[in-house]
Structures are given as C-alpha cells and as structure tokens.
C-alpha cells in the first residue's frame, strides 16, 4: 500500500537528515494536534513535540514498514509520550480538574465515518454499549486513566475496569472478523 | 455479562489494550512498559492494538505546529566535528564506531547505567542521570524541588559548544530520549524561573554540574 511516511521514515533510518526536516514538515500538524488533544497545555505539548521526533529519529531504526503503517507508528509514539507525562502529573484534585477531565465531548468522533481502518473500528463500537464505547474512545483520544472514568461514570474502579475489559475484549472480537 | 475471570491469554490480552488506550496509572504504566521490553509475544500484542485502534486517530484533529526543528536537532546532533578536525575525525569514526558496537555487545547492560551524579559538596541536592536504551533519565535523589515560583533546568553542554535544554526537574524523574551521552560532556543544573529558561539558555545561577565520565 502506498505509505509515503513509511518512506520517510525509512530514509531518517538511514541517518538521512534532509529526510527528518521533511517528515517534521509533513507530520508535526497531525503530531501537535495529538499533544495538544492529551495534555490540553500547549507549552507542554511544544515541548513534548520535542521529545517525540528526537524519539523517532532515534527508533527510526525499529520501523517496521510491514506491520504498520508510518503514520500509525508515529501517533503511538506521541500517545504514549504524552499519557506518560499525563499520569506523572500530581493527581488533581479541585472540582476544576474533574470538570476537565470530564469534558471533552467525542465531538470529533461522530466524524468517524471515513473508509477503512476507520470504518471498522466504527462499525464494532457499535456493537457495544454507547457509554462503553464513549469510554473507550474518551480514554484512546483525551487520555482518560481509569480513575478520571470511575469519577466520571461515578462508579468504583474496579467496577468500571471490569466492563470495560469485557468491551475491549469483544472489540478485539469484532475487529479480527 | 459474565463474570467468569479472564483466561491468561484473555488477561494479557486485556492488559496490552489498557496499556495502548493509557487506562493504568503510574505505578501499573511503568510496569507495562518494562513488560514491552523484556516480553517481545506482549510487545506484538500491543502493536496488535495500536494497529486495531488506529482509525480512532482520525479523531486527533492537525493543529499547526511551531517551528521546533532547531531545537530538535540541536538535542540530536549538537556540536558537528569543526572542519579542521574532520579528516582526523571521519578517518577515526569507523573504527570508534567498531569499538562502540563491540562494547555494546559486550556489556549489553540491563540495568540502567549510572552516567552522572550531580551534587552540591554537601550531597544536600543530589540527582542521578542514568542511561537505558535512548532514554536518559534523571531522578532526584536527595534535596527537595526548587522553590514556588522557580524550576531545575537541566542541561546537556557539549565541549565548546552552548548547553542544550533537557528539560525541567520536578518531582517525578524526567526521561527524555537521548542517545549514550558522551565522555567529557556536562551535564548542568540551573535555576530558572517558573516554566523554564525564557531565552533557551540558562539564565540562573548553575547549581549542580558533573562531567560524563569524570
């Protein structure tokens, strides 16, 4: 399939520096806008923006072109990058800071109506509960720990990590058929 | 919905879909993490899921980026051999290069390695910079943060060249990727004003520096 970010990547593993400009040019706007979505602090997300092309030059070396695409490889590495920084933060504790947690409404998500991967994924959280789906993607697109969803749905921890495994295992159902 | 437990494949099946959506806290994360590097079957499992999950992405809307490529590089290859040097150097690099593949062969560690240890003469305000597959982290190990209002900023300084921000210090331990810092470099902490250096370069006093290596 045609992945020219695969590409790039793929020549910034060759220590092909012109190649890492370019990939910065191309992806930064789709990197920042992950950050930004996740840590909602816009100097902290330019710093992690940072953080995560010096980790893809860096790892550009472990790309694997046939199980992922390029664009997938480096949304993982800014997710995990900036749920890392999230849950360092000291846990917040004034109303103000649930209210944050609790806000971000899947308002992006009503979008995902595209072709393919996207349509997939679409189809099988319709198959689960809406407030479990609502989950899932509040945790995958705002970073929301289990604690921010125990506060959230107003339910113990544990519960909601019970049926929320349960819906992820059967998403992994629905996506493998 | 049933509540039969999980079957173990069920669990880490489970546990690698957790991790990619970023449910666990701190403490479990970490943990994760050191199961992706050590466990390469839950490593599949878990690019399984970043694969599965990725048409979420679609929901991550692009916002415009600043300019950070400078800085990018500056962290990635500071300090470039000066011409005069670079016959010598580049005559010279296959060979460091030789000895540097066969020393990570050969030592290969699998605990982070101690790289530098900043301290006051008094050991009051201690950090420990250690290295471990391209991460460098720095963890406080005696004193406390600076006070409200102010932050450690930590410093990488090639030999004549201007320090590099890594970074500021706050209670968790910092990891920034990096690769092994070389001998004879420095690593420094100033004081800075809340939020960090405004200019790029330290703009308070240098509390704590220590020379990799030394």
């Known amino acids: 399939m045609d992945d020219p970010v695969a590409d790039i ?15 910065y040019r191309d992806t930064s706007a789709k990197l920042f806008g992950t950050l930004l ?20 030059w860096l790892r550009a070396g472990r790309f694997d072109a046939a199980k992922g695409r390029g664009m997938t490889w480096l949304i993982a590495i800014a997710r995990n990058l900036a749920i890392d920084r999230l849950r360092a933060r000291p846990p917040v504790t004034s109303d103000d800071g649930i209210e944050l947690a609790a806000s971000p409404e899947p308002r992006a998500e009503t979008r995902l109506i595209a072709l393919g991967e996207a349509r997939r994924v679409s189809d099988c959280f319709d198959t689960l509960e809406p407030d479990r789906a609502r989950a899932v993607r509040g945790a995958y697109l705002s970073g929301l720990s289990y604690a921010d969803l125990a506060t959230r749905h107003a339910v113990p921890l544990n519960t909601i990590r019970t049926w929320l495994r349960r819906s992820l295992l059967r998403l992994r159902e629905c996506l493998e058929t | 919905m049933t509540d039969t437990p999980l079957t173990p494949r069920e669990e880490d099946e489970a546990q690698a879909a957790e991790y990619v959506l970023g449910l666990p806290d701190l403490a479990e994360r970490m943990a994760l993490e050191a199961r992706i590097k050590a466990d390469p079957c839950f490593a599949a499992l878990v690019t399984a ?19 950070l490529l400078p800085q990018i590089e500056a962290r990635l290859f500071p300090a470039a051999p000066r011409p005069a040097r670079r016959s ?15 020393a990570v062969f050969f030592v290969t560690p699998r605990e982070a390695v101690l790289v530098a240890t900043l301290q006051t003469e008094d050991a009051a305000l201690t950090y420990e910079a250690r290295y471990q597959d391209d991460t460098l982290t720095i963890t406080r190990v005696a004193g406390t943060a ?3 209002g102010q932050v450690h900023e930590l410093w990488i300084i090639a030999p004549d060249a201007a320090p590099v921000s890594l970074g500021l210090l706050a209670d968790a331990p910092l990891s920034v990727a990096y690769r092994v810092p070389p001998k004879g470099w420095t690593l420094a902490v100033s004081l800075e004003p809340a939020g960090g250096s405004p200019t790029g370069q330290p703009t308070g006093p240098v509390i704590l520096a220590a020379q990799i290596g030394a």
């Open chain 1, 37 to 56: 979505r996740i840590l909602a602090d816009r100097s902290e997300a330019e710093d992690a923006l940072q953080e995560v092309y010096t980790r893809v």
């Open chain 2, 88 to 102: 010598l150097f580049w005559l010279l690099a296959p060979l460091a290069a030789a000895l540097v593949l066969a």
């Open chain 1, 9 to 23: 990547i793929l020549k910034c593993a060759a220590q092909d520096r012109a190649a890492f400009g370019q990939l």
């Open chain 2, 146 to 148: 600076a006070a409200a």
């Open chain 2, 49 to 67: 899921w970043e694969t599965r999950l990725a048409g979420l992405n679609d929901g991550f809307d692009p916002v415009p980026a600043p300019d």
